[in-house]
């Protein structure tokens, strides 16, 4: 159906030490070693979302004060739930991101706080970023915000099926039928265009 | 597009990270945060054993190691970094600190509080640059910063007033119906009304008394009509 992405074997088994560590001991070594690895992850998934980078870098960083807060009141969920220290940070991210929408709109619902975080506006990437990126960005930005999360997710940020299903509230099943849909509908809008050519139209 | 094309695309978002000064200085916060002065807690020594040798063989070996030195040099900048001011290396995470406090603070008297603790901050960090000549571009960003976080605890204290005036419509209305009953001490305000009122209008003042001091050098009384403020708050 789709290429398998590369995998990342040294960190999820890095992941795991890191979990098994925050969990058993509150190891803050562990923590900060966490932060070195998924900081930007986190960051580019909260960006995605809000298309701001001050605010997303706000935002990762609460993310990981929050992630300690749960370390250290025993809460870090257990791997069966999370697969990984990544799924957990993910979750309390795209929490906050909900937060950071409902401060605005009170009264937003859960599904409505989504809506507008899907009000995502590339514009705001700086001009650092290449015409390519910013190309990919524009027709990531005319996905439904699903199809977008889970796109970042899988092929930008590269996490398991196993790690998005919690992070999303869905099942394995359900998270490979919405990715093979976001491809789809990815793949539409790309259409007329192919990957040399837009590089020497713009360039 | 070719789907291995399209994939390619998505990869390159990669490029996207974080400042990297920002990533730097946040994780001094985070550190100070996290350690919150005390010394970074030693694991029992079996604990240690067990998590270094699955660790050792890993290709992240070098980089924890790294990361140890880090966290073990970063204990002694977290007591540091709370007093740090405006030209300290560690003055930046301060900031980041309080940006993430405002940040996930939800509601808008929490919010009201960290910016007088805030406002604390800029008064402390101006009682440490009062003796030095050469700081008076600091001097004034502490200035406008202290007007910004008073301004925005008034404007914050001021949306709690809608509560006040649904009280105070309704003690109207019993107001009302005494007069009905040819009562003719329909003027005389309700206690809790008058509470509510000053006590709104005192925390103005009160940070307006504070305002006026910072501006004419009494930084320590400033601080104490803060934390007067602070007490009206709650």
Same mark, same amino acid.
């Given at each position: 159906?789709?290429?398998?992405?590369?995998?990342?074997?040294?960190?999820?088994?890095?992941?795991?030490?890191?979990?098994?560590?925050?969990?058993?001991?509150?190891?803050?070594?562990?923590?900060?070693?966490?932060?070195?690895?998924?900081?930007?992850?986190?960051?580019?998934?909260?960006?995605?979302?809000?298309?701001?980078?001050?605010?997303?870098?706000?935002?990762?960083?609460?993310?990981?004060?929050?992630?300690?807060?749960?370390?250290?009141?025993?809460?870090?969920?257990?791997?069966?739930?999370?697969?990984?220290?990544?799924?957990?940070?993910?979750?309390?991210?795209?929490?906050?991101?909900?937060?950071?929408?409902?401060?605005?709109?009170?009264?937003?619902?859960?599904?409505?706080?989504?809506?507008?975080?899907?009000?995502?506006?590339?514009?705001?990437?700086?001009?650092?970023?290449?015409?390519?990126?910013?190309?990919?960005?524009?027709?990531?930005?005319?996905?439904?915000?699903?199809?977008?999360?889970?796109?970042?997710?899988?092929?930008?940020?590269?996490?398991?099926?196993?790690?998005?299903?919690?992070?999303?509230?869905?099942?394995?099943?359900?998270?490979?039928?919405?990715?093979?849909?976001?491809?789809?509908?990815?793949?539409?809008?790309?259409?007329?265009?192919?990957?040399?050519?837009?590089?020497?139209?713009?360039? | 597009?070719?789907?291995?094309?399209?994939?390619?695309?998505?990869?390159?978002?990669?490029?996207?990270?974080?400042?990297?000064?920002?990533?730097?200085?946040?994780?001094?916060?985070?550190?100070?945060?996290?350690?919150?002065?005390?010394?970074?807690?030693?694991?029992?020594?079996?604990?240690?054993?067990?998590?270094?040798?699955?660790?050792?063989?890993?290709?992240?070996?070098?980089?924890?190691?790294?990361?140890?030195?880090?966290?073990?040099?970063?204990?002694?900048?977290?007591?540091?970094?709370?007093?740090?001011?405006?030209?300290?290396?560690?003055?930046?995470?301060?900031?980041?600190?309080?940006?993430?406090?405002?940040?996930?603070?939800?509601?808008?008297?929490?919010?009201?509080?960290?910016?007088?603790?805030?406002?604390?901050?800029?008064?402390?960090?101006?009682?440490?640059?009062?003796?030095?000549? %050469? #700081?008076?571009? =600091? *001097?004034?960003?502490?200035? $406008? @910063? +202290? !007007?910004?976080?008073?301004?925005?605890?008034?404007?914050?204290?001021?949306? %709690? #007033?809608?509560? =006040? *005036?649904?009280?105070?419509? $309704? @003690? +109207? !209305?019993?107001?009302?119906?005494?007069?009905?009953?040819?009562?003719?001490?329909?003027?005389?305000?309700? *206690?809790?009304?008058?509470?509510?009122?000053?006590?709104?209008?005192?925390?103005?003042?009160?940070?307006?008394?504070?305002?006026?001091?910072?501006?004419?050098?009494?930084?320590?009384?400033?601080?104490?009509?803060?934390?007067?403020?602070?007490?009206?708050?709650?």
């Amino acid at each position: 159906m789709t290429a398998k992405p590369q995998t990342d074997k040294s960190s999820n088994k890095s992941d795991r030490n890191i979990f098994l560590s925050l969990k058993k001991y509150q190891d803050k070594e562990a923590f900060m070693q966490a932060y070195d690895l998924y900081f930007d992850q986190i960051f580019r998934f909260i960006f995605f979302k809000i298309g701001n980078r001050e605010d997303a870098q706000d935002l990762a960083s609460a993310t990981f004060l929050r992630c300690w807060g749960y370390v250290q009141e025993g809460k870090l969920k257990s791997e069966q739930e999370y697969k990984s220290l990544r799924s957990f940070l993910y979750k309390i991210a795209r929490n906050l991101t909900i937060d950071y929408y409902r401060q605005a709109r009170p009264q937003a619902s859960l599904e409505e706080a989504e809506e507008i975080a899907a009000d995502f506006n590339p514009g705001l990437i700086e001009a650092e970023t290449s015409i390519e990126v910013e190309f990919i960005t524009a027709k990531l930005k005319e996905l439904k915000s699903e199809y977008r999360n889970i796109l970042v997710l899988k092929y930008v940020n590269d996490l398991t099926i196993s790690e998005i299903a919690p992070i999303l509230g869905k099942t394995k099943g359900n998270v490979r039928v919405t990715l093979y849909r976001a491809l789809e509908a990815l793949k539409n809008l790309t259409r007329d265009h192919d990957g040399e050519g837009i590089t020497k139209t713009i360039k | 597009m070719t789907e291995k094309e399209l994939l390619k695309q998505l990869n390159k978002l990669r490029t996207i990270n974080a400042e990297a000064d920002f990533k730097a200085a946040n994780r001094q916060m985070l550190l100070a945060q996290i350690t919150q002065g005390e010394e970074v807690k030693s694991l029992g020594y079996l604990a240690q054993l067990n998590i270094f040798m699955s660790r050792l063989f890993q290709p992240y070996a070098i980089a924890i190691m790294i990361a140890l030195f880090f966290v073990a040099s970063g204990a002694y900048g977290l007591t540091i970094s709370r007093q740090a001011k405006p030209g300290d290396s560690l003055y930046l995470a301060k900031k980041l600190s309080e940006r993430t406090k405002m940040l996930v603070a939800f509601d808008e008297k929490t919010k009201a509080r960290l910016n007088l603790e805030f406002a604390s901050n800029r008064v402390l960090e101006m009682n440490l640059l009062k003796q030095d000549n %050469n #700081q008076s571009s =600091a *001097k004034e960003t502490l200035k $406008n @910063d +202290f !007007k910004n976080e008073i301004n925005q605890a008034k404007s914050r204290l001021a949306k %709690n #007033q809608p509560e =006040a *005036k649904s009280d105070k419509t $309704n @003690d +109207f !209305k019993t107001a009302g119906s005494v007069k009905d009953n040819d009562h003719i001490d329909v003027a005389v305000p309700d *206690k809790k009304v008058a509470t509510t009122t000053n006590q709104g209008a005192g925390i103005g003042e009160v940070l307006e008394e504070a305002q006026k001091l910072f501006d004419t050098g009494a930084y320590d009384q400033a601080a104490d009509k803060l934390n007067e403020a602070n007490k009206l708050v709650k």
